[in-house]
Each structure stands twice: as C-alpha cells, then as structure tokens.
C-alpha cells in the first residue's frame, strides 16, 4: 500500500509505524488522547491491532490535508511526551526534534525513464 494516498473525495490518509511500546502515549487511558486528537483535529485515526503486526503497530491519519497535518502533530507530541517520561533517550525540546523515519517500498518509488 501506498503510505500516502489521496481518495476522491480530495481526502488525504497517510500510514506509518511505531513500536507498540509508544501505542498507550496515542491511544491514552480508556482511549481519551486519541478521541482528544480526532476531535480537535477533524481527522480520523485509525491504530491496528497489535496482534497483527507485532512489535510495531499501523497508525492511519485520514481527513483533508491540514485535518492530517495537524493530526499528525499532535500525534508526534503525544510521542515526544511519552519519550521524555520513559527518559530512554535525551530530552527533546521541540517537535522538530523528534526522529521520523520513513521506509518506502522499492516498488512504491517513482522510477523515471529517459528517452533519446
């Protein structure tokens, strides 16, 4: 699947990973951070279940590009939170801080053909 998709309704969704360690920093107690982000945000979350995948877990944002956008952030800072209590790596100061990897699929990277 594509990571990031448009649909036809003009709806942005974008698909990426986190260790299954950092799901309850998203999710919260009973589920009140997410439904906190989803309603402030206008965007719909989606988190997989994490007996399909394991030690990681699909986060899905879907909604028009800023309703993403601003998921998104307010996703990363849940994370950052989380991060920074668990104290296992330094302490971040900034969003711009937090490391974001992203692993495309070779047959998903736009290749380019030249012609003479």
């Known amino acids: 699947h594509n990571p990031h998709t448009h649909t ?12 299954t360690l950092f799901s ?3 999710i919260g107690p009973n ?7 989803r309603q402030s945000t ?3 979350i989606y988190i997989c279940n994490p007996s399909d995948t394991g030690p990681i877990r699909l986060i899905q944002i ?7 956008e601003n998921g998104i952030g307010r996703v990363f800072e849940a994370l950052r939170r989380a991060v920074d209590f ?3 790596w330094p302490r971040m100061t900034s969003a ?21």
């Open 8 to 19: 036809s309704t003009g709806d942005t969704s974008l698909r990426f990973c986190i260790a």
């Open 24 to 26: 309850g920093a998203i």
């Open 31 to 37: 589920g009140t951070t997410v439904s906190n982000i």
């Open 42 to 44: 206008g965007s719909k």
């Open 62 to 68: 879907s909604g028009n590009i800023t309703e993403v």
């Open 86 to 88: 668990e104290n296992r």
């Open 96 to 116: 711009s801080e937090f490391d974001v990897r992203v692993i495309v699929p070779e047959n998903m990277l736009a290749t380019h053909t030249h012609t003479h």
